[in-house]
């Protein structure tokens, strides 16, 4: 396999893990420090809407400068954003106050991070002359790994470990992340030549433009969307509140995590299975396919059976969920202009930043006021509809027709 494609799948890998043991590590270490489960809970609301922002007004600058170097600039943002706190914790005591300001910092790295590392895509395949389904594939392969170990070994470090010395080994993740891309040949990060490049313009105006392109320009960009956006909210709040809730009743919370890598070991042998494969079926039939059989995973799980059944529903949900995401990632990549990138999937990741509280709040709210099986049985008609929608919606009827980068 070409070089570019290792490095930059490693990076990624990287990065990916550091983000999936930080979810874990650092809310684990805000509880040790302060005793409180709701100052973890305000860390997690305060770093939400910087994270956000800061990833919407980076799409500009991704579109304006070196794409490699705008990655490795926002995993060293990362990493140092964690690294203070440790820091602080030498020289002083860890609050609160600490806690949110060095987890905004850091959330400047986060989204920003994501949305710069998607379009070194298109520079890895000219490189490697692979096509884009493979690149894809591959990647949503390391990321489904890194999603079911990240977790485990966040674990490890906080038993192990004191807090601060976790903190620094999440740091080490991020900053192993931006020296990986570094070592990126640096062609792979260039603008395409023959792309008009745009007069500088406010942030503002940078924000504006990848949202008007996203909601205007694309029907087949805006129904991929919408469809990942409801796919996406309903699996957050299944894995958020309405499995915790319903393991809780069973007296089953410690079997919790086995359900995520479940899930996670079914990504990983779905969007293989699309890097290997994609040129053996048509998209249509990769879309139809992947669609139905989620459907009938999140079918298992929303009925809220037994563990068994729980376990086989979530495999389902992420082997046919493993081979969409990458479909989409290709799709997206292929239809998005190089010149616009940057804004247009930093919108896209803002979007998708948010549907965490949405789902979980809205599945809170069911719980609360209706039951548990009503809960269930609102996510499996929420994942209903997106299904159908993508499959009668004309611009992913025609989805065959954006193959053109494989």
Request: charged share 5%; hydrophobic share 65%; proline share 7%.
């Given at each position: 396999m070409d070089r570019s494609v290792v490095v930059y799948l490693t990076s990624y890998g990287f990065s990916s893990l550091g983000n999936s043991v930080a979810a874990v590590v650092l809310p684990l270490v805000v509880l040790a420090t302060t005793g409180s489960p709701l100052d973890a809970g305000i860390v997690a609301a305060a770093t939400a809407g910087p994270a956000v922002l800061s990833g919407l007004f980076m799409g500009g600058l991704i579109d304006r400068f070196d794409r490699r170097t705008m990655s490795i600039v926002t995993d060293l943002v990362a990493a140092a954003g964690i690294a203070a706190l440790p820091i602080v914790d030498l020289v002083s005591e860890l609050s609160l106050g600490?806690?949110?300001?060095?987890?905004?910092?850091?959330?400047?790295?986060?989204?920003?991070?994501?949305?710069a590392r998607e379009p070194l895509v298109p520079g890895v395949q000219r490189r490697s002359g692979i096509g884009f389904e493979r690149i894809v594939g591959l990647r949503e392969s390391v990321g489904a790994v890194t999603m079911m170990?990240?977790?485990?070994?966040?674990?490890?470090?906080?038993?192990?470990?004191?807090?601060p010395g976790a903190l620094w080994v999440t740091s080490a993740l991020a900053l192993v992340a931006a020296l990986t891309t570094l070592?990126?040949?640096?062609?792979v990060g260039a603008r395409v030549a023959d792309t008009p490049s745009e007069p500088p313009r406010r942030a503002a105006a940078q924000v504006v433009a990848g949202m008007v392109w996203l909601a205007r320009r694309s029907p087949l960009v805006r129904a991929v969307t919408v469809v990942n956006?409801?796919?996406?909210?309903?699996?957050?709040?299944?894995?958020?509140?309405?499995?915790?809730?319903?393991?809780t009743v069973l007296g089953q919370e410690g079997r919790l995590g086995l359900v995520l890598t479940s899930l996670a070991g079914g990504m990983l042998v779905g969007s293989a299975a699309y890097a290997m494969a994609s040129a053996r079926l048509r998209r249509r039939t990769w879309l139809s396919l992947s669609l139905v059989g989620s459907l009938v995973g999140i079918g298992v799980i929303g009925a809220l059976p037994g563990i068994g059944w729980i376990f086989a529903g979530a495999a389902l949900v992420g082997l046919f969920g493993g081979a969409l995401g990458a479909l989409f990632g290709v799709v997206m990549i292929e239809t998005i202009p190089d010149d616009l990138r940057g804004r247009v999937m930093s919108a896209q990741n803002a979007l998708f930043t948010l549907s965490p509280a949405v789902g979980i709040l809205g599945a809170a709210v069911l719980v609360e006021y209706a039951s548990l099986e009503t809960a269930g049985a609102v996510v499996i008609g929420v994942w209903f509809v997106a299904v159908v929608a993508a499959l009668v919606l004309r611009p992913l009827r025609r989805i065959d027709a954006s193959a053109g980068g494989a």
């Open positions: 600490w806690f949110v300001l060095f987890g905004i910092v850091a959330s400047f790295g986060d989204v920003p991070g994501l949305t170990v990240g977790p485990a070994v966040a674990a490890a470090l906080v038993v192990t470990l004191d807090g070592a990126l040949p640096r062609d956006l409801l796919l996406v909210t309903v699996l957050v709040a299944v894995q958020g509140l309405l499995l915790p809730v319903h393991f």
